[in-house]
């Protein structure tokens, strides 16, 4: 199978490369592209040097699969171009609501890729690790409604907000001083040493894009369309790793030990709780890992059918890559690409 990763230096697109290396799939060639900052470098692969190019459509066309690891607008500009050629698995948010294009966590519904036109989407960091949560309680208990709050890494930003990041740590501790004025374009205000409640543009009615994408997302994944979901989602100092406080509510009432065991056998779900020995999920336990991992999973005291967990994964590989290569995974084992 001829595979091409375009944004292939980019945060998500070096973990895709992971991913793909340790994966079974028989990668025959490989188109490595970008657009500035990473074109001319070299990757490996497989015990291969690749270059990254300069990102040329028409060379796109000629494979079986596109990952693509691209900012929004750059997917939207590429993927119409890109019709009728290679199977597209996009990252970005440009088409995952579009309702021809499936919406896909594998674990969760990996058998909608069936009915790609063509693209198929990665959903939001966020969503993937709440949904992979929300599913087997979903299935024993019945959702009725969730409300979530997030703790999300500064590489859920991009490259530029991790060195927006670093510098304004170098800053406050060479000058003593508190940082007032970002060093940087990825947030409006200084993130070192501090919490933004506010990702990606505001909505009219006072939530973000991003938290509306946990909001529409999920009700698609699980296809729960009228599910009462909402969202407030926060930046915080963290490099890798986003953190979830989710409060869930359901039909039957639930049971948190049995809820824990259940979590615990689900595909690709960690579960890591036991106060006694301070034993929860942490962002820099994740890093790394492709896992969905879950701790404080107790009763919720202020409704009889709540519960309250909380929920940490790698945005950039549980959040991103392992899910987009998921995606092409099933996709191939469906028969649906050449390989
Ligand atoms: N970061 C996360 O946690 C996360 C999670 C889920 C989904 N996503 C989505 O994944 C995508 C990539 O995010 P990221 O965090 O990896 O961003 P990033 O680190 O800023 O990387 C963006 C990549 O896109 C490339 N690029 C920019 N303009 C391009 C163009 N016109 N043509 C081809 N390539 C172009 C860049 O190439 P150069 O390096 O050559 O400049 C770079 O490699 C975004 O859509 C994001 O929403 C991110």
Redesign the pocket.
């Known amino acids: 199978m001829k595979v091409a990763v375009?944004?292939?230096?980019?945060?998500?697109?070096?973990r895709i490369l992971s991913v793909l290396e340790e994966s079974e799939l028989p990668v025959s060639a490989l188109i490595l592209?970008?657009?500035?900052?990473?074109?001319g470098k070299t990757m490996w692969f497989r015990g291969g040097e690749h270059p990254?190019v300069k990102?040329d459509v028409e060379s796109l066309r000629r494979v079986d699969a596109v990952l693509?690891?691209?900012?929004?607008e750059?997917?939207r500009?590429?993927v119409p171009r890109l019709r009728g050629g290679p199977l597209v698995i996009?990252?970005?948010?440009?088409f995952r609501l579009h309702d021809e294009v499936p919406l896909v966590v594998p674990e969760v519904n990996g058998p909608v890729v069936r009915h790609h036109h063509g693209v198929i989407a990665?959903?939001?960091?966020s969503t993937?690790q709440m949904v992979m949560v929300l599913h087997p309680l979903h299935q024993r208990y019945g959702l009725r409604r969730v409300v979530a709050t997030t703790y999300q890494?500064v590489?859920?930003?991009?490259?530029?907000a991790i060195r927006q990041l670093e510098d304004e740590v170098r800053e406050r501790l060479a000058s003593g001083k508190p940082v007032f004025t970002p060093l940087g374009d990825a947030f409006s205000y200084p993130i070192a040493f501090n919490v933004i409640p506010h990702i990606d543009a505001f909505t009219p009615d006072g939530y973000t894009r991003e938290e509306m994408k946990m909001v529409l997302e999920t009700r698609k994944i699980l296809g729960l369309p009228d599910l009462p979901v909402s969202a407030t989602a926060v930046r915080v100092p963290v490099f890798v790793g986003?953190s979830e406080s989710i409060l869930v509510e359901t039909d039957l009432t639930p049971d948190p030990d049995e809820a824990r065991s259940l979590l615990a056998s689900f595909p690709g779900v960690v579960v890591w709780d036991d106060p006694g020995t301070k034993t929860y999920p942490l962002p820099i336990m994740a890093e790394g890992k492709s896992q969905v991992f879950v701790g404080r999973v107790r009763r919720d005291l202020s409704c009889p059918r709540g519960l309250l967990l909380w929920v940490v994964a790698d945005?950039?590989v549980r959040?991103?890559a392992f899910n987009a290569v998921g995606i092409l995974e099933t996709a191939f084992n469906m028969g649906l690409l050449k390989g």
Request: some cysteine.
């Open positions: 375009v944004g292939a230096g980019g945060l998500v697109g070096r592209t970008g657009h500035s900052r990473s074109v990254v990102t693509l690891a691209t900012p929004t750059v997917s500009d590429i996009d990252t970005s948010s440009a990665g959903p939001n960091c993937i890494s590489s859920g930003a991009g490259y530029a986003h945005n950039l959040g991103a």
